[in-house]
């Protein structure tokens, strides 16, 4: 169904977007100065107004996150697939959820330890959580995205990957401004492979809860009255 290949376009869109506009803020007031550097995505949420925006973004994001995981992990169980790999995607995916959550709300200039812990989980563990949908993707039949599908997830991932890689080299060597442009290099790949899902959302059904108004009655119930 259309609307839930939409979920991971939304998310897709609003994080690029959002944080384009983070960064947009901050150059525009003087909270970043781009003669000096580059900056992290991260120094360009640090301060207000637009460190308001920047967590509100994460937040969201942190919770399409867990919307995007679930629905992945639930179409491929229904598939008849289900293996502990797809457990493990889903343990991954929530972790990298968690820490999206932590970046946006524990700026690096009020508490950089936690910080920190929340871009590792947020990008290491998130692009864990893609090389195990690689894998899925290769495995899992029917392939919903046709064979394109796979090497453009492989791409993006190893993309992604590498530039996660070189970020941290650069910024150990104190080359901010070329790990500051890696990072958000790592950040629009990851967009997108969250956007690439909605190629596989288009197969799913629409499933709908109900509440039940009264207990069912069973035939024990029934010999018991």
């Given at each position: 169904m259309w609307i839930w290949a939409m979920i991971p376009i939304v998310f897709a869109l609003t994080g690029?977007?959002?944080?384009?506009?983070v960064f947009g803020m901050a150059v525009s007031n003087g909270s970043v100065n781009l003669t000096q550097e580059f900056p992290y995505i991260s120094t360009c949420g640090s301060y207000t107004p637009q460190s308001c925006v920047f967590a509100q973004i994460l937040n969201l994001g942190?919770?399409?996150?867990?919307?995007?995981?679930?629905?992945?992990?639930?179409?491929?169980?229904?598939?008849?697939?289900?293996?502990?790999?797809?457990?493990?995607?889903?343990?991954?995916?929530?972790?990298?959820?968690?820490?999206?959550?932590?970046v946006g709300n524990f700026q690096q200039s009020v508490l950089m330890?936690?910080?920190?812990?929340g871009a590792f989980l947020a990008?290491?563990?998130?692009?864990?959580?893609?090389?195990?949908q690689v894998y899925l993707t290769y495995t899992v039949k029917p392939c919903h995205g046709g064979r394109w599908i796979l090497p453009v997830r492989t791409a993006l991932c190893s993309t992604c990957t590498v530039l996660i890689i070189i970020m941290s080299v650069l910024h150990n060597l104190e080359f901010r401004t070329q790990a500051a442009l890696c990072e958000w290099g790592a950040a629009m790949a990851f967009f997108l492979l969250f956007g690439?899902?909605?190629?596989?959302?288009?197969?799913?059904?629409?499933?709908?809860?109900?509440?039940?108004?009264?207990?069912?009655?069973?035939?024990?119930?029934?010999?018991?009255s």
């Open positions: 690029t977007v959002g944080f384009w506009a942190s919770l399409l996150v867990v919307w995007i995981t679930l629905m992945r992990f639930q179409q491929i169980k229904d598939s008849g697939q289900h293996s502990r790999t797809n457990t493990a995607s889903l343990v991954l995916g929530l972790i990298c959820s968690l820490g999206t959550s932590f330890g936690a910080h920190l812990f990008f290491f563990i998130g692009v864990a959580y893609f090389w195990v690439l899902f909605s190629v596989e959302f288009r197969h799913l059904d629409c499933q709908s809860y109900h509440v039940l108004r009264k207990r069912a009655t069973t035939p024990m119930s029934r010999e018991l």
